[in-house]
């Protein structure tokens, strides 16, 4: 019998600690994400193990690992599935709730991970608010003990010898890893979602049950060196770096080198609370995250409060489901397919249900959907906006008349992302009728800084491009810039500097600049939000406004004094149009009545009036 290995449950322990604090944005934990590569490294090691033992002893089955396994995870994911489905028909909205059925089947199913990545496009769903989110890692894991049993069987038929198959395996990962590293740069959505770029962490686990047995020696510092490395991963790592990366090797090399050494040992890593929130990280991995979702979409304001609540809560479910569901000992997986396949039919048929709802209810719900034609045109999609999906040609985008200077007009650049693009429709349409013309360089999750940032080279190939050619050859012919962005990120002193940078830059070109200053911010879609109030006959904003947004904006204000233009509305919003368009169209973009409700505000704040008077206002001047 195996001896059981307190290391690897306290890894467990570390990795869903880690995942849990990042998905509460608890500070100093932004890179906690790194949990699920662990996750990965460990399940990778455990799976080798289990098929290796069984081959090599003659009585391995494919079928039968494939029903142990659906033993292990589905159960628990069955039930907190059922419990999602019940609960959330009482709350959310009908096309939250068909949302949630969709992607619950999805999760069931285990392609979750390849849905996501498929409907990963910029004015897609939000993924905090989608329930079923985490179920993207259960999937790439599923669809690897698809895989990977028959390729490692198929290879002893072949090679005979555990060393040469292991040295396949090792090959693998490093080809592998070098090409989930590049294609990240291609594509950082598919990357990061699909099985053959996470492949290789898992393969790092199987490589580690290859050279367990040659680390024997206690080797203290070893181990300390290796925690610490995933501590200050999820410490000092963030999510805008492209995942995964160079910087994926640290976690996944950390926990492969605890595996190896194998010290199980120390009374720290066999204390009782590690040991039992290894033992039920799976079902907390599974419930952490819809609590999260769920207190976000009832409104609840994330204060240590709250915090506290939703730790508590998921240690309490986790602990009844890993006592009540995932300890039950199945003979057989036949039950638990039946019930599978059940539940899946439900939330098929659910995904399509249409409850009895007032019909503007139902239609200011689901305005994104029903208006998503005149959103891309409000941007500019596929035209002067260019969502980031990894594939941008910059050269294509160039040769396009974003950037088109006329020598007969005033030209402003409108440059930044996704909520500066919200506003060009708005911009062409007021300065048209100041004989100005509107120029547009917008990208989605990029700030118009002189130094790289955003996930793919396109980015940085446009911002360069702007900033180091554009404008100095067309400097006579710029008359203004404007900078827009979302700029609420955390720590906010980040986002200063690169602005000032810019703004100074600008400067020694003598070109006029202002930013446009932070929207509105909900915890849910504010299309969402006006429908449960308009249910409940209530207003609701100030309920799911995100207040952490508005004293950022003040911030802001203060550091960027001569440039920065408050639009950010304090009091009453104004939530409605007489034609009956929302604000914003989700939780933090405006639509073409936000838009045009800014451009007014921006045109008539001061800062405007002084850096553009001899653009906008020339003809009133003469």
Wanted: charged share 20%; net charge positive.
């Amino acid at each position: 019998m195996t001896k059981f290995r307190y290391d690897i449950n306290a890894l467990r322990s570390v990795a869903v600690i880690s995942v849990l604090l990042f998905h509460l944005r608890i500070p100093y934990c932004s890179g906690g994400f790194i949990g699920v590569d662990v996750f990965f490294v460990i399940s990778g090691y455990l799976m080798t193990r289990i098929i290796f033992d069984g081959i090599e002893k003659n009585e391995f089955s494919v079928l039968n690992f494939w029903g142990k396994r659906v033993k292990r995870i589905v159960p628990a994911l069955v039930f907190l599935t059922l419990i999602v489905t019940i609960v959330g028909y009482f709350f959310y909205l009908p096309n939250e709730y068909k949302v949630n059925e969709k992607n619950a089947t999805s999760s069931l199913l285990f392609y979750s991970n390849i849905s996501y990545w498929k409907n990963a496009g910029y004015f897609e769903p939000a993924s905090e608010n989608n329930i079923f989110l985490h179920t993207w890692s259960l999937s790439v894991e599923w669809q690897f003990y698809i895989i990977y049993p028959i390729i490692i069987w198929s290879l002893f038929k072949v090679f005979k010898k555990r060393k040469y198959v292991a040295a396949l395996i090792g090959v693998s990962a490093f080809l592998l890893c070098c090409v989930a590293i590049f294609w990240t740069y291609r594509s950082a959505t598919a990357s990061f979602y699909l099985l053959p770029t996470r492949t290789w962490e898992l393969l790092a686990g199987g490589l580690a049950l290859m050279v367990e047995k040659k680390f024997v020696i206690q080797n203290k510092w070893g181990l300390i060196a290796c925690y610490a490395a995933i501590f200050l991963s999820a410490v000092l790592l963030n999510d805008s770096m492209l995942w995964p990366g160079l910087y994926t090797l640290i976690p996944v090399i950390a926990t492969f080198g605890i595996i190896v050494l194998n010290q199980s040992s120390y009374h720290i890593l066999q204390n009782s609370a590690v040991q039992l929130t290894g033992r039920i990280s799976y079902s907390l991995y599974l419930w952490h995250w819809p609590l999260i979702v769920f207190a976000r979409y009832l409104g609840f304001q994330f204060n240590a409060i709250t915090v506290i609540g939703i730790i508590t809560l998921s240690f309490l479910f986790a602990y009844l489901s890993y006592t009540f569901i995932e300890s039950i000992k199945f003979k057989t997986s036949i039950p638990i397919i039946l019930t599978l396949a059940v539940l899946v039919l439900s939330t098929t048929l659910l995904s399509n249900f249409d409850p009895n709802f007032k019909e503007k209810i139902l239609d200011m719900a689901d305005y994104k959907n029903k208006h998503e034609r005149e959103i891309k045109e409000q941007f500019s999609t596929d035209c002067c906006f260019v969502e980031s999906d990894g594939n941008e040609d910059f050269n294509k985008f160039i040769r396009r008349d974003c950037l088109k200077i006329d020598s007969t007009k005033k030209n402003i650049l409108l440059m930044g992302d996704s909520h500066a693009a919200s506003l060009s429709a708005s911009l062409r349409e007021q300065f048209a009728a100041h004989n100005i013309n509107l120029l547009q360089a917008t990208a989605s999750t990029a700030f118009p800084f002189l130094t790289k940032n955003g996930p793919s080279e396109f980015h940085h190939q446009l911002y360069h491009y702007i900033f180091y050619e554009f404008l100095i050859k067309n400097k006579k012919h710029i008359d203004g810039v404007i900078l827009g962005g979302s700029w609420y990120i955390d720590p906010q002193e980040e986002i200063v500097e690169p602005l000032l940078q810019v703004t100074s830059y600008l400067k020694t070109l003598d070109i006029p600049v202002i930013i446009i200053g932070q929207t509105n911010v909900y915890t849910i879609p504010f299309p969402s939000i006006i429908a449960k109030g308009m249910e409940s006959n209530t207003d609701l904003t100030d309920i799911y406004s995100n207040k952490k947004a508005a004293v950022f904006n003040d911030f802001l204000k203060e550091k960027l004094k001569p440039y920065y233009i408050d639009v950010y509305y304090r009091k009453e919003i104004p939530k409605i149009s007489p034609g009956f368009d929302p604000y914003e169209f989700d939780d933090n973009h405006l639509s073409k009545y936000g838009a045009d409700l800014t451009v007014k505000k921006i045109i008539s704040d001061p800062i405007f009036i002084n850096r553009f008077k001899k653009i906008y206002f020339e003809k009133t001047i003469n």
